[in-house]
DNA sequence: TCGCCTCCTATTGACATTCGATAGGAACCT
DNA sequence: AGGTTCCTATCGAATGTCAATAGGAGGCGA
């Protein structure tokens, strides 16, 4: 046995823009704390998203251009951030989606080699 | 039409030492120029390794104890520097690709999610 | 023998991203 | 008043990739 349990996901340096991206696409303008936890309760137990990389990411995405964030109340009436993905960001959805394909069938093609 | 036509992928950090590791643990002792040939030519034209990330990497690699280099020579009489996957090796290709599985797992779980 | 091409290893500096730790304000509840 | 939850945010260290560059050694043609 391994003597770790741990055993997280870390993130790929690359994939949080197209993880983000994708959920503010999916599920709408979210503010950075909330989507912390819905994707860490998507994932499961296995990914926990650092706050010191989240925060970072959305601000590079929104100087990209690619989500733009508006100060509003929440339900429970905290000041929050809201992020909703602009067309710009669409776009880049997809080509990141697209390069994620790509890699992801590379890696697919070696690792199906088990011979 | 997007206006650009090479659209390479760019590795994603972490993933070559997946890559090198089941490259080697398929095909065999090889040397860094001869891995990046092969995996270039596997990888189609989308994929373009660079010297600079597959040098080190070997070394970091080699420093982990996951592969161990021997000078030889090669068909074509050069001095090169083959790398076969050890033991270690082994054990960590198996969990860099549950690693890789898990990520790539979390991440389509995300994508399937078409609105 | 000279010059060039291919094969092959290797390093350097800039850059981007992630991690882990840490800080703090404001609303709510007791 | 005090504690907890919600929420934003930043910092330093570590790591890995990229692009550019350097150079030696073998083989080959002129």
Redesign the pocket.
Known sequence: MASESKERV??L?????LIVLRALHTMGPQ????LAARLEQIAQPSLT?????L??????LEQKGWIKGTWQR?????????YTITKAGVRGLEKQTERWRRLAGLVDKLLLNEG
């Open positions: 870390e993130l340096q690359g994939t949080l823009d503010h950075a704390y909330g998203l650092n706050q010191g990389t925060y970072p990411a959305l601000v590079r929440t339900e429970s009436n905290r000041e929050a951030k809201y």
